[in-house]
């Protein structure tokens, strides 16, 4: 048994499939593909796929991460992970898992692991990528300068029917105002993610004048911080063609 | 997925299910043509589905056209618009869909330059409450009439199109294909006199029927959806058809005969299905899958060939019997959650009525081989309303249920069995479209003396839970069932009022329902629960599936005197008309009846023939019914 690691886009339309889905997805590509994974014992046996920090529907991604113990006999252990078969094992399961997957989800990288942490648990922080329309570059400027400056952004939710006050501030590592687009900015944020994951569109809405993402985009999960900071797998680890995203 | 390819050459085809996509992309129906089309040079199909009311509101609100999934085509750019019409309160839907693509509803103010609308599926066996909305109705299996139709539109378009009323007369010389502009309705008193051909057509549309599926192994690409959607399986058709002769059931009347698919394609279509679609599930779908010649073997080896890794079958259609629970329990190594069988009715007498001759130790067994092989509930489908039908054998129904209870008690604490009653609606082309449907309050009745019996006595009852179709929902599907083009405009106004989504229980209206029929002066009292008389015309009196007139009202009296009729596949022929009338025949692998239950079969009861008399009436009145026998 070989436990894998991959990292996969989601980008364009594929974006407004559910996390819930997008596990479906996976459990039917490695079938396609006809790589054997591991299922779980018992009554309604299924697929032992773990998948990291869920995605909001709708957000597009460049850092997804899926755990899955191969059970197949030509990736089962080290040894056959290092075979020389003309293409390297891990390019053959890119190549078959994206010839499986629908447009839009691609993997870009493959690597054998240890079993650990869960990616949940191991990641601490993430980077988003965040159009913003209607808004000049100095208005955008200013609304970052606002909330960094701010010693706490408290906020008040509804946690399992309750309320909670929280204070996100501590969640923001690091927020910029990166780029322009053709209708409006590009932000980029560094996003905690412990005890529990900000979600760039909370923090959009809890300082005045409130934002409406255009389109938000997961850059880079990192399981450390710092300036050596790591992501669970780097992209890429093999060379994956590019991806298929329309227009 | 290959992109739709539009060129000048090709006849686009916008293939419609008026039902959400979660609903509507599993119709095999629709997958079938989708993929036909798609193969001949000379057409391109695109599929759409209705969009619930917030997209239909954003559309209004931005002033966008319905458009296809595909690629997202506006749908007044295609050809032809085809809705499959697969059950009654769709109706207004698609009158909302035309809406949204910016057609015109009714048939007579559209332009030469609109898209041609199409229906098609079981209901468009009696199209007339959407006449004034189809340009044409297609009868029958599509598989062939969408060629021939392509071909007609081919060359129309080649010509440079034309005047619309000769497209329709065009359209008219196509087998199974029936334009209501070339038909007049003529009334007297208040009631239909008949349905004739206005201008040069024929008197009557017959179905279209293919020979052979052996010759049709579609779909052979499966849609994959991204997103869940109800029957998320790999779906292969076994056979089509069924002469079981239940007679509540259209389907069984209007797709004879049974024609089945040869074995080795069927495991063909399994093996490159699964490989394809990457699921672990396919459903072996027919109206009575354990009928199919050879299914053990057939299921045998789906389930031997885990090239896909672990694959389950269902049958969806089960059998009531204990060889058919067998064959599940073969094929459903896990997940043995919950099992369901139709009995339809809950005494031996109404069953003779109603034709399917499931004996009660037939469920009894079933009931005991699923408890004892680890299913831990059972789901038992009944109708209520049937012709003749009293209070006792309403009742019947939560006695069989409780008797399946203390069969599965011997194998279980707490055996759970729910009982869904579905109330009766009579359906053009079988021998009780003759029947005056029960009306709401009736309906209403008798769900009401279930659910006192239930409380009467909980206790005896425990393990029983009781479902039930809204009676009001009933009435309506009755009305659409049966009606003659006067529902048109009741119809339309529904739909004017907001009436959409009907079969959704958040969006039916009763009274938008009853609002329309008294300001089309009509009345569900005319129109739905009346018996008819034997001479009495019928709105589909000008289309054909093959059944003879005399035949079904002789299968009509034979009902009221409870007088069963066996399959006509192990027996000789009762002329039906389906056979005979096409020049076509059964296609069965074997000619022996399947082995185990006496499910309509009869030749495994005890005397053949007829029916047993000592079967009609039910032995030991009251006492405990021997378990595992049958």
Partial sequence: MMRIRIRFHKKGKVRFVSHRDVARIWERAFRRAGIAVAY??????????????????????EAEFLEVELVDDRYRDQKTWEADRGLSPAMEVVEALNAALPIGMDVVAVAPIEKGDSLQQAVVACTWSIDVDDISREEAEAWVADVLSRAEIVVERERKGKPVI??????VHALGVTGATETGVRLTADLGTQPRALRPTELLVAVDPPLVARSVCRMNQWTSQGTDREEPLTAPVAPAPLAKVPA | MTVPDHHPGAVAWLLLYPDTYEVG???QGLQILYEILNERPDAVAERSYAPWTDLAEVLRREGLPLFSVDTHRAARDFDVLAFNLSAELVYTNVLECLDLAGIPIRTAHRTDD?????????????????????DAAVLGDGEEVVGEITEVLAAWKAEGGGVRVDLHRRLATVAGVYVPSLYEVTFADGRLQGVRPSSETVEVVEKRTVADLADWPYPKQQLVPLTEVVHDRLNVEVFRGCTRGCRFCQAGMITRPVRERPAAQVRTMVADGLRRTGYDEVALTSLSTADFSGIEQV?????????C??????LPSLRVDAFTVGIAAEIQKARRTGLTFAPEAGSWRMRQVINKLIREEDLYAAVESAYSQGWRRVKLYFLTGLPTETDQDTLGILEMARRCVEVGRQHLRNPSVTVSVGGF??????PFQWFGQNTEAELRRKVGILRDELKRDTKGYRGVQLKWHDPRATAIEGLLSRGDRRVGAVVEDVWRSGGVFQEWSEHFSLELWTAALERQGLTLEEMVYRHRTEDEAFAWDHLSAGLHRDFLWEDWRDALEAVGLEDCRWTPCYDCGACTGYGIEHVVASATPPAGGSQGTGQDLANGGEVPVLLTERPNQGQPVPVGGG
């Fill in chain 2, 425 to 430: 609606v009579p359906k053009p082309f079988t």
């Fill in chain 1, 40 to 61: 779980s014992q018992g009554f309604s046996p299924r697929q032992k796929l773990s998948f990291g920090l869920a995605l909001s529907t709708g957000h597009e991604s």
């Fill in chain 2, 25 to 27: 992309l599993p119709n």
């Fill in chain 2, 309 to 314: 890794g672990q694959v389950s079958v269902s």
């Fill in chain 2, 114 to 134: 609109d898209p041609l609308v199409l229906v098609g599926g079981h209901c468009a066996y009696n199209p007339e409450p959407l006449a004034d909305f189809v």
């Fill in chain 2, 299 to 307: 299921v045998a080896e789906t389930v031997a060939d885990d090239a």
């Fill in chain 1, 166 to 171: 929280e204070d996100l501030r501590p969640h």
